[in-house]
């Protein structure tokens, strides 16, 4: 495995934070957070993350904008310990036309525990779309610092 470049490992670097808590249903036999669970988490930050960035006007829930993960990737660094929280930081690594690669990193004890990068495609029937200009611009403030 290739190590990750260093600046990807300072909470500093994301613009976006958001403390979570583990839960006790997520332990593996090992007592430690086993990683679908680091995926949730994720999943959870990056959820998170659009409520703040589209605001109220653009609602993330809603099938105004369909948004669809069409690649993801992890790396596990360390274990992560239950019951103690985790800080999930994310940033908006590239806008294109149609999709934003959001780079996000999870911290427990002033450690990054976990990297995970993600590329999103705003999606209709037939094929993928333009993001709106709103959302591009939303994006602009979460660029990494």
Do not use: W
Request: glycine residues 4%; negative net charge; aromatic residues 8%.
């Amino acid at each position: 495995m290739t190590k990750p470049d260093p600046a990807l490992l300072l909470l500093s670097r994301y613009p976006f934070q958001v403390e979570l808590q583990t839960r006790f249903g997520d332990v593996d036999s090992l007592r430690h957070i086993n990683n679908v669970a680091i995926a949730q988490l994720f999943e959870e930050s990056r959820l998170r993350f659009l409520i703040e960035a589209r605001g109220d006007a653009l609602d993330p829930l809603s099938q105004s904008i369909r948004l669809v993960t069409a690649e993801i990737r992890f790396i596990y660094l360390r274990e992560v310990a239950y019951p103690d929280s985790v800080v999930a930081g994310v940033s908006v690594e590239h806008i294109g036309n149609s999709s934003y690669r959001l780079g996000c990193a999870m911290f427990q004890f002033d450690q990054c525990v976990a990297l995970c990068e993600t590329a999103m495609v705003r999606s209709e029937v037939g094929g993928s779309v333009p993001l709106p200009i709103e959302l591009k611009t939303a994006f602009e403030r979460y660029r990494p610092v």
